[in-house]
DNA sequence: TATGAATGAGATTTCATTCAT
DNA sequence: AATGAATGAAATCTCATTCAT
């Protein structure tokens, strides 16, 4: 990488930290552009070679720390050798996210309502700039060498995501209606029946 | 009610109704004080006589419409009287409210991913304006007399309403990772599964 | 006129007056908002209130100096009674129209090429904010009570306006080819010309 | 002409054929030195290499165009060997330039108010670059060999073109007072009447 | 010659809020 | 209760120009 490159790098990067620095302390409305420039220490033209908007640098961190936590759960869950089943694997990694999530609250504000299906989309379209992983493919992989079969793995996966962060936001933000700790349980034991409710052998 | 009272209430509603064509046309952040008021056709300043600021409106437009969709809800289930089981009667009501925001998409967009259990905490501290109905209390009705017993209501209802709306947004606007009407069979199945997985005799 | 009237009047023509200075001194491409109203005294905000943009309030003020100049020489026509032929009160007028620009270079340079035939049409078009007199009405007047006939008394205007304001301006400000005062009496014998070129007896 | 050369006139090409048609497009202020070298194909510190600034870009254009147009009039009036008097070969050119902008309606809107005298004083002191002829030779060589003399030649074309250019403006742009095709025969007779007005031989 | 990243002053425009009427 | 003119801070965004490569 030549010295420009490098430069450049370091700017956007410099840009990029510094806007999630002001949205998680401010809000993204209370974020202007001129506030990240400034802190960034760059001028205020620069911005708009690397970004178009706000909406743009806010949308392109959201794509970059979810991608950040669920490569983390997937690395977690990969050093970890002794967890077989679907069932444990999926809870495993929702369990992960939620205390993630439980210990970083301003991340969770952050992310706030979208940590969804939609960011896979985004991030999939996305240039490939933010994230470098699949993670349509990482999640399906968890159903592969399964002894049990499942209608739609997608359609399960999709449905878990939603579960969880809806629920965990709700609860770890505002204990409404219950505070994590007490809710987790009853989180758990959700997924796994909304998982059995998929299994193909549970239809015959 | 005095005629002052009527013109005052009109005011008041003609701020309220043009408020939300504009924020389901342009949405929240590009909708001005200014463009309400001009299209509502009073003056600025009458605005502040009803309203702190954009995003009280915003939120009692909210509660507004997230109460009126319940409670059509619970009437057309209490007009219908072969419904019997807790279960079915969630089925119904999450049915309902399916069915209703894919008809009215502008309405699913607006609420978004306001349609939550945040709501009822909103609508139960705001002062009464804006919805007449004690939520809490018409869900928790849905579990009197029912034979199987559960072991959190409230738990249930917060979960089964994240799960929905948060699904549903994704399917009807996105068509994320299915279409609608692909998805709402997967989404019934869960409903009954997460509702299952509560029943205190099934932990017996 | 209430006091508030009285109040806006006085802002806008504080506004106009302000522009017209920095338009001539500075020209305008290089007057911003920002220096009208900072000279003018009054809010930027208020600028808007009045008028579009730059752009806008220079046309007015086109307008308004293009009216005020006309107006004069009919006055001055109507004051003096001794001109009687069409072709005498049309070389009054032009030269009134020289002299004046040609006193006034300063005003030359801000109407620049824009004394013609389409100010008329701006102009009444315009809002009578501007001006409040039908140029086309006053012009044609000069042919009423006419010995001689002419073809199409308008073209005729119009073509003696475009050669007028033409010629001056290129004379009184670079000098070429000549200054106004070497070259006045070509222009008079040119607008002579054209204007038997358009006597209807001349056809016959 | 060598290769850098050859390469070095590219790019200049380049740019004045793509800062013509932004500007005819979108107008001299609204296109800015980004747009030109963007579309030109060329880096943002080449334009500096071979211009001053937009308005230099502008100015240069202005004054090919125009060369361009009366390069061709006279050419096709010296092809044409049957036009002897000089009144009919200013009409003739008149003509030509008419029909000339009036099938080009972008250009005359280009050259707008600037096809004028004016132009042969920038052309004559531009660096021969954009035009290689000296129009005043031109034009006073239609006066050679004329059995009829005049009292200054300069100054009766001088005349002609700012009358021709100012009215064909306004009628080929916005049919005002008339279309072109009704306008014309009253401008033919009025370019001959101030021809002839300035006769000498008339005067004895 | 040619490049294009970086600059940062400054232009335009918006808009919530106030307050005299 | 209602108005709407006025404010002016602040936000967005542009763009000519420079300069290291």
Chains 1, 2, 3, 4 share one sequence.
Do not use: C
Not at 156 to 166: C, K
């Amino acid at each position: 990488m030549s010295k420009i490159e490098q430069n450049k790098n370091h700017k956007r990067t410099a840009l990029l930290n510094t806007a999630f620095e002001l949205f998680i302390s401010k809000g993204l409305n209370r974020t202007s552009i001129s506030d990240i420039v400034e802190r960034a220490g760059v001028a205020k033209g620069t911005f708009y070679l690397y970004f178009k908007d706000k909406y743009d640098i806010h949308n392109r961190l959201i794509a970059r720390k979810t991608a950040a936590i669920f490569r983390q759960a997937a690395d977690e869950l990969e050093s970890r050798g002794d967890i077989n089943s679907v069932e444990d694997k999926i809870i495993f990694m929702a369990d992960f996210v939620i205390d993630f999530l439980n210990r970083d609250k301003t991340l969770l504000t952050f992310i706030s309502k979208n940590l969804s299906w939609g960011i896979f989309k985004n991030v999939l379209i996305s240039s490939k700039e933010e994230t470098d992983i699949d993670f349509r493919e990482v999640f399906l992989k968890l159903f592969e060498s399964s002894e049990v079969a499942y209608k739609n793995p997608e359609v399960l996966i999709f449905m878990i995501i939603e579960f969880v962060s809806s629920t965990t936001y709700s609860s770890v933000l505002y204990s409404e209606p219950l505070g994590i700790d007490e809710l987790k349980p009853y989180i758990d034991t959700s997924i796994r029946q909304i998982i059995r409710g998929q299994e193909v052998s549970s239809q015959l």
